[in-house]
């Protein structure tokens, strides 16, 4: 696993999880799964995208405009994680 922290936001990303590349944003109560595109970051199209299912709107916003602004950190920590797999 490796972790990130940008702007109160603590990114982590594990060494058993899958593509697409995403990481899981923590900031105050929310966990947010974003996935990285060529076009920049964006939360998960998935059910388990955002804990709990009533995040604040704020925060998960904030860790979404957090990992849209550190991408190219975020994808290289995905790499050098996933590169022996």
């Known amino acids: 696993m490796g972790s990130l922290r940008f702007d ?13 590349r995403h990481a899981h944003g923590r900031y105050a109560e929310s966990i947010v799964i974003v ?9 998960a199209d998935r059910r ?7 995040a604040k709107r704020n ?16 994808n290289r920590l995905w790499e050098e994680i996933h590169e022996n797999r």
């Open 8 to 20: 109160g936001v603590i990114f982590q990303i594990f060494s058993a999880d899958h593509p697409p």
């Open 59 to 74: 925060d998960v916003m904030k860790v979404v405009k957090a990992a849209q602004e550190h991408q190219a950190e975020l």
């Open 48 to 54: 388990d995208a955002l804990t709990p299912r009533n």
């Open 35 to 43: 996935e990285f595109w060529r076009g920049g970051a964006c939360l």
